[in-house]
């Protein structure tokens, strides 16, 4: 499986809606923080990837685990695994 920058970046901006303000906003919404917040992120990446891939007949296992796990990196800043260009 090849990974499309696109598709990561798409569900980045999910529906609209860049997916690091849902989060932030859930997080402070619930008060949760630390290792809770996190897991919220984690959470909340995945299933907004399930959404997009779904809805774009690209679901599968596989690349719900490898976009959901490039997401949530990238949605929590944790790391950036593509280069931003602008």
Not at 2 to 13: C, N, T
Not at 32 to 48: H, R, T
């Given at each position: 499986?090849?990974?499309q920058?696109?598709v990561?970046?798409?569900?980045?901006?999910?529906?609209?809606?860049?997916?690091?303000?849902?989060?932030?906003?859930?997080?402070?919404?619930?008060k949760?923080?630390?290792?809770?917040?996190?897991?919220?992120?984690?959470?909340?990446?995945?299933?907004?990837?399930?959404?997009?891939?779904?809805?774009?007949?690209?679901?599968?296992?596989?690349?719900?685990?490898?976009?959901?796990?490039?997401?949530?990196?990238?949605?929590?800043?944790?790391?950036?695994?593509?280069?931003?260009?602008?």
């Amino acid at each position: 499986m090849q990974v499309q920058p696109e598709v990561v970046q798409a569900i980045l901006l999910f529906f609209g809606i860049p997916l690091v303000g849902l989060i932030q906003t859930v997080k402070r919404w619930l008060k949760v923080e630390g290792w809770g917040a996190i897991a919220l992120a984690v959470v909340i990446s995945y299933i907004a990837t399930a959404i997009y891939l779904a809805i774009n007949e690209m679901f599968t296992v596989v690349a719900l685990i490898v976009y959901g796990f490039i997401v949530a990196g990238e949605a929590s800043g944790l790391y950036h695994v593509f280069k931003k260009t602008t």
